[in-house]
């Protein structure tokens, strides 16, 4: 990953949760751009790509996987939880199991395009239906019924957009304004708001699903991933 000119101490840390593309129509789209979003943040990467079937145990993961940085020296201070897709949502949803495991909160929390409503009830499922390219609401469902076995999605931890934020760090989401999910990134800033969260959200008009992957090739992708940096930098 690219490093700046300081020294490791100098460096946020991301732990990047990446749930492969199971959200999209196109499935072999892959995490080819997880280095840019490292460079422009001058960050080092962890990124975790390890998911388990059923809920919850890719959030024990998450947290097995912050643990394992603890143990080794890494600075919650300086720890980014990040994460792309249903990756985004997951990197909120371990934030909250942080707080309610007491340990350790890290810095900050990226979520690039989130699924945060495994209930797909947001507003924008409907409006946005026919103009986005990636994600359909059916498939969604169907990817949540499997990913919970049974278990209720409006659960906090499944759905973080039900869930109390008080407590959590700071909160970036950035989101297309064609998705389908756009509503999921804004009801997680709103209610990180009103928990008294300092919660920032980018709207790229007219961007589908996952838009920023595509840093290098076009210059909405390159703004986005420029945002992330400076906010990570900042925080």
């Not at 979520?111 to 409006?127: F, N």
């Not at 990817?143 to 409006?154: I, K, L, T, V």
């Not at 957009?161 to 760090?169: E, K, S, T």
Request: net charge positive; proline share 6%.
């Amino acid at each position: 990953m690219g490093r700046s000119s300081g020294s490791r101490s100098d460096h946020s840390l991301l732990l990047w949760r990446r749930i492969c593309a199971r959200l999209s129509r196109h499935p072999t789209k892959d995490g080819r751009p997880s280095r840019p979003r490292s460079r422009g943040a001058r960050a080092r990467a962890k990124v975790s790509s390890r998911v388990r079937t059923s809920f919850p145990a890719a959030i024990d993961d998450a947290v097995h996987a912050y643990q394992w940085l603890l143990d080794r020296g890494g600075e919650p201070s300086k720890m980014i939880l990040a994460g792309d897709s249903a990756g985004g949502g997951l990197a909120v949803s371990t934030a909250i199991a942080l707080r309610d495991r007491l340990l350790p909160m890290c810095t900050g929390i990226v979520a690039l395009c989130p699924w945060a409503d495994l209930t797909c009830s947001g507003e924008s499922m409907i409006s946005r239906a026919a103009v986005d390219i990636e994600c359909t609401r059916a498939r969604l469902l169907e990817m949540a019924r499997h990913y919970m076995n049974g278990a209720d999605p409006s659960q906090p931890l499944a759905s973080p957009v039900f869930a109390d934020l008080a407590g959590l760090p700071p909160l970036l989401c950035v989101v297309g304004g064609d998705e389908i999910l756009l509503d999921d990134s804004i009801r997680l800033v709103r209610n990180a708001g009103i928990a008294g969260i300092d919660a920032t959200l980018f709207i790229a008009a007219g961007m589908q699903h996952e838009f920023p992957i595509w840093a290098g090739a076009f210059p909405e992708a390159d703004a986005a991933i420029a945002l992330v940096g400076n906010w990570v930098r900042a925080h």
